[in-house]
């Protein structure tokens, strides 16, 4: 093929970072941990962000926008939150340069040092709650509904393009509550929120559940996920809320004056997803051609390419090319004709596969001739010839035949890659063997988890929500177990 | 009118300041000089960036992302570039916190020390620059026309709401180039998209011109510019757009190939406009009630108040009222109807006069007998009763007509302070008593220039490129002058 991808077969890892370098979506910059977003994946990104924007606002949130500095003492107030964060900080000690006396060129001015050190925000729960402190005083103050899009750092020491960089962009909800009920009722929806988001946008089926203590958000009282099952079998935690309980509040002294007179501490949530998402994306439907876009994500829908030796036949076929592209755009389709004179049409083929496009139509003088084009569609590989009156028609219905085709697929692959496994034995055994999702009971303590993370990698992604409540005992101690919980190693 | 505003005569910079504040546009944080930009405020930014996205796509730009974090070694790569920034640079030099073993709390790892500064960006084309040297082989490569949505820091130590802040929102265009002539052609492209912008869509006048040496980028060849003129006679830089010539290619050596088998260095240009237009929309059209929005900014354009005392009158005003927001929103009008009980019909109008919502409509009993309504424009203060049949024409044609005298009184204040000068004595009184623009003949020296800020602290805000061409002498040093030149005081 010529794409410079390495076969998911002989090495997944590598698979993924040439697909993610050779279809331009982002590359790693000259500062450790940090990427660049390319355009081309820019652009899927944006559609995310406008489709995710769009849910929030649905939902009765606002945004707004938080520094992205945090005091080193407001970010050690809430006490397990500074735990979970303070190894992986990015610290800004000084605030000016300067030319050395000595000419060791531009040094840091050792005379502009903070008094207070400021550490880039990993996440701003604790700036965002200063700030609460000031918006609320009453019940009539509340809820506050506010998400914010930023970019965060967390200093990763192992790095891959948007599945674990230093820098990434995301957004934060950060809402305040009267009640202890609100707040987890608003948890669950943005869980809700971004489950619906991952299936009916992304083609990405996703369970939901919640985590365990050990894999809780650093300050939360429970932590709602989605979780995704890549191709190599391994599971990608895709979005989560948190119910944050009034932990933030007290630490942060923000109360609020009851309806009745009293002064409570207010409920709190957060809930986040990020460019994470890119990596789940790609992960859950590309293939050794290269990028497999579902047409709702898809930068370009549908790329029109030009056959031709002579002018003249350029000039019959481009006049086809552009009355498609402008029936095809009146139906809201994004649609690229690429007559770059520069590239052959083999080379634009490989080039739209790797990139992704879901429908490619090629049009040729035989094409001109017989009143046909061809269509490719990318998920499939596959071709035909349509006559030019039917194209809009059927392009439409590919692109929710596609979408709908990518979601199943990836399902189905996650159903056959679920495991129930009642023994360790099993359990080690389908792991090595087959990996993916392995059902199992657990008697709920950390300590079973921990060893099961010890010895095989494998942790808990989520005590499912939908899952049977069938009752059973541990695997690893013979406990009992009130239901299943899934297990997979993990991204 | 208890919106615990100050007069514009008695104090502009407190007005200014307690109209961010009270309107709920922004605050400060807790962290020096980086804001809270509130939810409301932000709508209005959102409907900035709609706008300005949808143009630079319509240019043909596309959206990136780049590092926060800039090496020292980069930064240092452009000499006049890390001279004009050096001075205002936050600095990461640690990338681990930890608990203090003596007891101290949360303190900064002294052993997690990074070995290379990093910047927390001010501006990108040094990173940026030294992405593009391995995007950029050939002339095939080019033009790269790309923009990103991103947050700055400078270390400023006088900082204003939204006017000048440490941390701040912004876009930077970065563009590559061929060609002197390409490059040139598109800094003057995005100059007119910024004007086009401020004028059609902000109601916001503003000249064009180039700064001078001594107030140009750090790192440019020539500085485009629009200046707008605010209410209390200074003036604002609203956006820049700089032709960087082959500075940053040479400073990262990114060489192209040419057609006819050459190797060249890359020409640049980068742009950009930030939050600080915030303050020139504050500044441009606003009054002692509050803020006045221009339509398009607005993020409820109208707002429908009911007036009632009974539970049946309120049922009765808020049937005719909920009718007319449906009418008014399927002409994709943003109506508000605010029906909350637990504020009064004053509390209201106050509330949405200080917002500067466009048109505000109020229905009581009366209204729902006589088939009226009580229609009131934000920006004239003037009110009417209209029949329920004509609103929604009414409203629309409003909806232009505002935009559009806010525009032409912004214009026509800033003509009435636009005084031309032939001698210093002159100048210097008109800037005292007047202020505004003042047009006078300038030798074209930074000495002369230096000497009048000294003086007077009014700059040179720019070379107008509309201005006469008219020859004279300078006001200073009767040396020959080509053109007049726009001097004021400036934020």
Redesign the interface.
């Known amino acids: 093929m010529a794409k410079n991808l390495t076969p998911r077969k002989e090495d997944y890892s590598k698979w993924y970072n040439d697909l993610v370098i050779n279809a331009d979506l982002a590359?790693n910059?000259?500062?450790r941990g940090?990427?660049?977003?390319?355009?081309y994946g820019?652009?899927i990104w944006?559609r995310m962000q406008a489709e995710l924007d769009r849910m929030f606002k649905e939902t009765g949130h606002?945004?707004?926008?938080?520094?992205?500095?945090?005091?080193?003492s407001?970010?050690?107030k809430e006490a397990s939150h500074?735990d979970g964060f303070?190894?992986?900080?990015?610290?800004?000690?000084?605030?000016?340069?300067?030319?050395d006396e000595e000419g060791k060129?531009?040094v840091?001015d050792p005379e502009a040092k903070l008094e207070e050190?400021?550490?880039?925000r990993p996440t701003s729960e604790t700036?965002i709650w200063?700030?609460y402190r000031?918006w609320i005083q009453s019940y009539?103050d509340l809820p506050i509904l506010?998400n914010q899009w930023?970019?965060v750092?967390r200093?990763e020491m192992r790095t891959r393009l948007f599945l674990r960089t230093a820098?990434f962009?995301w957004q934060e909800g950060h809402t305040a509550h009267a009640t202890e009920k609100e707040a987890i009722a608003e948890a669950e929806q943005m869980m809700n929120v971004y489950a619906d988001f991952a299936e009916n946008f992304m083609a990405v089926p996703v369970v939901k559940g919640l985590k365990t203590e050990s894999e809780r958000f650093a300050g939360a009282l429970e932590t709602y996920c989605i979780e995704a099952l890549m191709q190599d079998g391994k599971a990608l935690q895709a979005g989560t809320s948190h119910f944050l309980g009034q932990n933030f509040a007290k630490a942060f002294d923000v109360k609020y004056a009851t309806k009745e007179g009293g002064l409570e501490h207010v409920w709190a949530t957060s809930w986040g997803v990020s460019t994470r998402l890119m990596g789940a994306l790609i992960m859950t439907h590309s293939d050794d051609n290269g990028l497999v876009l579902p047409p709702n994500l898809a930068p370009d829908q549908v790329v029109i390419v030009p056959i031709y030796r002579s002018e003249e036949q350029f000039e019959a076929v481009s006049k086809v090319a552009k009355e498609l592209q402008q029936q095809l755009r009146k139906e809201g389709l994004r649609v690229k004709f690429d007559d770059r004179d520069?590239h052959k049409p083999g080379w634009k083929f490989n080039e739209y596969e790797l990139k992704g496009v879901p429908v490619r139509i090629a049009i040729g003088p035989k094409d001109v001739e017989k009143g046909t084009v061809e269509l490719a569609r990318r998920d499939t590989l596959t071709k035909e010839f349509v006559p030019q009156t039917e194209v809009v028609e059927k392009v439409k219905l590919l692109m929710e035949d596609i979408q709908s085709v990518l979601f199943e697929k990836a399902k189905h692959y996650r159903e056959a890659h679920t495991t129930e496994v009642d023994s360790y034995e099993d359990f080690k055994k389908i792991l090595k063997d087959k990996g993916g999702f392995i059902s199992a009971h657990w008697d709920g303590t950390s300590e079973t988890e921990e060893r099961i993370k010890n010895e095989t990698k494998a942790t808990i992604r989520c005590i499912p929500l939908k899952g049977s409540n069938e009752a059973g005992s541990c695997m690893i101690t013979g406990k009992p177990s009130s239901q299943r919980v899934l297990f997979a190693k993990a991204y």
């Open positions: 590359e910059s000259g500062v940090c990427m660049v977003i390319k355009p820019f652009a944006e606002q945004n707004a926008y938080f520094p992205l500095f945090i005091p080193k407001y970010f050690s500074v303070a190894k992986e900080c990015a610290v800004v000690t000084h605030y000016r340069l300067k030319n060129g531009i840091v050190e400021l550490i880039v700036i200063d700030t000031k009539r506010v930023a970019n750092v200093w820098e962009l520069t």
